[in-house]
Each structure stands twice: as C-alpha cells, then as structure tokens.
C-alpha cells in the first residue's frame, strides 16, 4: 500500500488501485467501498489488522472529522518523509529533473503552530447552536468541535468558547467567520458581521477579545471595512533574521502560518542565495518584505515585486521601520511579463520567487535576460515547483543542485518546499 498526494493509503486490488482514507502504507486492513469508479475505487476504514510501526494515536479529539489534519494518524518523521517523496517524484516525473543533493528538511513544532486561520461560525438550528471550527472531512459542514491541537496555544480552545460566545448574540445567525492572526506580541481577532451589532454585542465581544488577550476588529464588508472595534489598533509584528528585522503585519495580510519554519526558512533562503555586498538582489512575489529585508542587509540593492499594491506599501513601509534604504518596492502583475516595468530590464546576480501555488512560469522567460548565478525558489505546490524546475534546468540554463520540504504544516497533507539553482554558465 502507497501514500496518496491527499493522505489517504492506496492499495491494489485486481489490479484497480482503491484509495481508503485512514489506512497507511504496509497495513493491512479491512475496509468498505464507498464509492466505485471505472479506473479506481474509494473506501472507507473498518480496522486495522496488520499495523504500521509509523502509526500513532492522534493527539487532537476531532481527528478524523475535523478536515483540518489529514496525517495525525501517522508519526511526523514519517510524514515528512512522506512529503520528500511527493517533492522528488514530482520534480522526476513532471520537470524531468532530479536535485544534485536533497536538502535537510525546515522543521518547527508539531503542535500549537498555527498563527493564522480562519474559523467559520454557524448558528445550526437542528443542534439548537452555535458551532466554530474547520469543516468536516470531504463535506461542507462545519465540524463540531471543541478545542483545536494546531492552533497557537493561547487559541486552542478558540472553537468552543467562540461557539459559546456567538449563541450569546442577537447577530448569531450573522457572523459567518472569525480570522485569528497572531503576532509576536499581540494577537487579533476579525469578526466577519452581515449586520451591525448591537451596543450589547459589542460589549461582549470586546470582553471576549479581552479574555483572549486578543485585540478586535470587525470586517463588514470586503477587505476594506476591516476596522478595529476600540480606537488604534497596536500593529502585529513578528521577528525575522535572528530578531534583526520585524515585519508589521494587518490581521488578514498573508503571513507563513508557522513562525518557527518561518524563522528557518528566511535563514534557509539567505544560505542558499549565498548574497554578497555588491549583489543587485530580485525578490519575486515578495509580500510584506519576509526574504526582502533580510536579504537587502547582505547586499548593494534589493527590487522586490508584488502583485498587491497595499502589501508593496506594507513592505516599504516595514523597510522605513528598520532603517533599511537599499530596497525598493514595485506593484506588477507577474503573470503578465510582456507588460512588466523598466526593472524587468535590469540585471540581477540573484533572485528569489515566493509564488502562490500557481506556480512564476510565465515570468521565468526573464531568467535568460537577468542571467543570475544563483535562483531560490519557494514553494508551497510541488507540482508547479517539478514543472519550473524543468523550465529553469532544460530551458533556461540551470542546474538544479538542492531541494528539499519544510514542514509549515505538520499533519497536513501540504507541501512546501525550497529549492536551489545554479547557473551553468
């Protein structure tokens, strides 16, 4: 039995594969069909006869309905393992290419790693309450659960005491989902609301953000509503580059949910670019300035670019804070290089892309012009990073001579990665 790309074990019957969710590689077990397709088949657990040694019992109560982890079920050495699997077989058979060396892998905690999530909130009237969480597995229900393992720890119980809070309402059929952001220092909780609470809501919410030691913030509408319940809100922040750099964050704003891989990460993207002092740097995709202020302290200049305007101004802004001057910050559509701006016309000795899951294939034509010596690619899809590997190593001159995962997700089935190229030239 193998590991499918979504976690569920993958066993041969009759020569048509059947994928049974909760089942893990080298068991054998019992199961029962829940769905038949002419090419496979799909099956539910009934019990395990022959154990893995890499099964263990889940921590989290929900495990199992709870769509949140897919992998608790499995020891976390053998989920990574799982995932550098996944990583070089995509990047074999999708890019045709294999790393020179395989990267250790960027770990963190296992457990209390989440510092973003959104949590939706449904007042169910079969149950007759509120329920606060992730969905359930494969459906569209919400899970009904009470306590959550990957959560920041001072948010653990965020699922049960929000259900709690919001049945307390008048607009507890009017809040569909509550964001938690936490930072270094503060912490903060976004409150989605189709209608305006009343003075007694708000008393109780704000008591409830104090509880937490969380500060609030209503959004009514799109992103532009957001506004904080009470006055100012004091700015989230986390460290990066041994504490040298903080990068302010808004409660939304995109951030790597897991700090600790972060920290790794940052140190692991500036180790393998190998910058020196006289290097033009390019960060695609840079967000709020996470490898881009670290980088601009090892270099002549940074350029980087992003496709969201408010995060160019966040990242400018985070380098004006810590007092960096040789980093510049474009808004450009990436995905659209024929109308890219003069910096696209510059060289660089070496550029690092953080793209979404979708992939930096249509900027990667640039490569040939900027000849860098050395490319950093991060990634959070294997299948897109296997398919710019190709592109980079087959058509744009590169070697690639290291790749390997970082668990930001542990008991996910996620995958992120980080991969190092190097000019043949």
């Known amino acids: 039995m193998d590991l499918a790309h979504d976690g569920r074990g993958v066993a041969r019957i009759d020569g048509k594969a059947v994928f049974i969710a909760g089942a893990l590689p080298g068991e ?145 059929e009017k809040i569909p989902q509550v964001e938690v952001a936490v930072g270094d220092d503060q912490a903060a909780l976004v409150f989605r609301v189709l209608d305006t609470p009343s003075h007694e809501d708000l008393g109780k919410i704000e008591a409830f953000g104090a509880k937490f030691g969380a500060q609030i913030y209503l959004q009514s509408g799109g992103l532009d509503s957001i506004r904080p319940l009470q006055g100012i809100a004091t700015p989230l922040n986390y460290a990066v580059d041994g504490g040298e750099i903080k990068i302010e964050f808004g409660p939304v704003d995109f951030i790597q949910v897991n700090r600790e891989v972060n920290i790794s990460m940052v140190a692991a993207a500036v180790e393998l670019l190998q910058p020196v002092s006289s290097d033009s740097v390019l960060d695609l995709f840079c967000g709020l300035g996470n490898f881009t202020l670290p980088l601009a302290r090892r270099a002549s200049r940074v350029v980087g670019v992003e496709g969201d305007a408010a995060l160019v101004a966040k990242a400018a802004a985070n380098a004006g804070r810590n007092g960096i001057g040789n980093a510049a910050f474009l808004k450009e559509d990436l995905f659209d290089p024929a109308r890219l701006g003069p910096w696209a016309a510059e060289r660089y000795d070496v550029v690092l892309l953080d793209p979404p899951r979708a992939g930096a294939s249509e900027i990667l034509e640039r490569m040939a012009h900027w000849r860098p010596r050395r490319v950093v690619y991060i990634s959070c899809h294997p299948g897109s990073l296997a398919r710019d590997a190709g592109i980079l190593v087959q058509g744009q001159g590169f070697k690639l001579i290291g790749a390997g995962v970082m668990d930001m997700f542990p008991h996910t089935t996620h995958v992120e990665s980080i991969a190092v190229f190097e000019s043949r030239s």
């Open 28 to 172: 054998r077990v019992r199961y029962r069909v829940i769905r038949q397709r002419r090419q496979m088949d799909e099956g539910a657990l009934s019990e395990v006869l022959i154990a893995s040694p890499e099964r263990v019992d889940p921590k989290c109560a929900h495990f199992g309905v709870c769509g949140g982890c897919s992998l608790q079920h499995m020891a976390p050495a053998a989920q990574l393992a799982a995932k550098e699997r996944q990583l070089l077989d995509n990047l074999e058979r999708i890019g045709r290419v294999r790393p020179e060396r395989v990267l250790a892998p960027v770990q963190g905690p296992n457990w209390a790693y989440r510092r973003r999530a959104r949590l939706g909130v449904k007042y169910v009237h079969k149950k007759g309450r509120v329920l606060a969480g992730f969905r359930e597995r494969e459906k569209p229900y919400l899970a009904d659960i009470r306590r959550c393992e990957i959560l920041s720890d001072r948010f653990a119980t965020l699922p049960q005491d929000l259900a709690a809070l919001v049945d307390t309402l008048a607009i507890r």
